[in-house]
């Protein structure tokens, strides 16, 4: 009888919070701006895991603009568009996309925009895309003097947000709950400091997720918690929804894995993933970047960690208190759904592009 009544008080405890972040989430107004634009899109081309983004930024402009074409990097792309006149094609990410269909694009007198998703890692890439575009937009704050320096007229920070259709709070069964969530490859960086916590985890209902974790020293002792693949998005914001703690750690600008930024060029502004922890109105644990605070107010919004031992400590925390737990996840959620959104971000692009 306890063992119903202890699963009835959880399952109540449960129901009630994810009502307390539905009635937060129907709090916010959604209203938005419809612009009589006629947009092509240009998707990566990347497939998984991009085409979850591609999909993303697709939805979100036919909710801002009248009319919406789609095309992949793979196509004809110039031909498309000097068939159907577009105001503004729009090009994400562009590492797929040759300069020669950009170049065809502006002889038609047609706008054409890229969104760089991945800098700095790929500016070894992206420097010989850029000089090409009317318009470049990248997530990084540090690349746009790095643009400019490269003769591109219009370059503007403009970081990925969230897509809250996917990345939001749910109610996972209990069998999905973790204490601790980490998702995400294991660059070399990554793996020097979880050698370090490994022992840590290892006492903790702990979930890794993601590939080349067998590169830790100790594999062994955490392996019964990693699950080595890739996650589709609503995997992964069901993964964020059960933890209690979601890590997050930014990939090292100058990590030997996948790198291709020779300039070494820093990186300030926080992932992507930043704000798809918090859109799911959990606690993120984050390692600090330059720019985090203009984002979301250390201590208040998100927590911060700059060394294993200091992470070790604020898990230890945050698992014993719970409710300051949850303030601080709902506050997060309130902030992203405010600023963070791609509605959010696209409107910001839209309005340089068109004017507010």
């Known amino acids: 009888m306890h063992g119903r009544e202890a699963a009835y008080a959880l399952g109540w405890e449960h129901g009630y919070w994810y009502g307390q972040c539905e009635a937060l989430i129907q709090s916010i107004p959604q209203s938005v701006q419809i612009r009589p634009i006629h947009v092509l899109f240009v998707a990566t081309g990347k497939g998984f895991p991009y085409s979850p983004l591609d999909e993303a930024i697709a939805e979100t402009l036919r909710m801002l603009a009248v009319r919406v074409s789609i095309a992949s990097a793979k196509l004809p792309v110039a031909e498309i568009a000097a068939r159907l006149r577009p105001d503004v094609v729009i090009v ?20 054409i925009v890229v ?24 997530l990084e704050r540090t690349c746009v003097p790095f643009y400019q320096a490269l003769g591109c007229q219009n370059v503007h920070h403009l970081p990925l947000g969230v897509y809250p259709t996917v990345f939001r709070p749910g109610n996972p069964p209990r069998s999905a709950r973790k204490e601790i969530s980490f998702v995400g490859s294991a660059y070399w960086k990554r793996v020097g400091f979880f050698d370090q916590i490994s022992d840590y985890l290892q006492t903790k209902d702990t979930l890794i997720t993601g590939i080349w974790w067998e590169r830790l020293r100790d594999y062994s002792k955490l392996a019964p918690k990693i699950t080595s693949r890739w996650m589709e998005p609503d995997e992964t914001a069901a993964n964020y929804n059960g933890a209690k703690i979601v890590i997050n750690m930014h990939r090292a600008h100058d990590d030997e894995s996948f790198n291709n930024n020779s300039l070494a060029i820093n990186a300030v502004s926080p992932n992507p993933r930043t704000f798809e922890i918090s859109a799911c109105a959990t606690l993120q644990l984050t390692d600090i970047r ?55 971000r696209l409107e910001t692009m839209l309005a340089i592009l068109f004017g507010v």
């Open 115 to 138: 969104w760089f998703t991945d800098d700095p890692y790929y500016t070894d890439i992206t420097s010989r895309l850029a000089p090409h575009y009317d318009h470049v937009f990248t």
């Open 92 to 111: 994400l990410d562009g590492l797929e996309f040759e300069t020669t269909e950009v170049d065809a694009i502006r002889r038609e007198g047609i706008r």
């Open 290 to 344: 330059m720019d985090l605070p203009l984002y979301y107010l250390p201590d208040i919004e998100i927590v911060t960690y700059s060394s294993p031992q200091e992470m070790i400590e604020k898990i230890e925390y945050y698992l014993a208190h719970e409710q300051e737990r949850r303030l601080i996840a709902l506050r997060g959620l309130h902030r992203t759904l405010r600023e963070h959104t791609y509605v959010k």
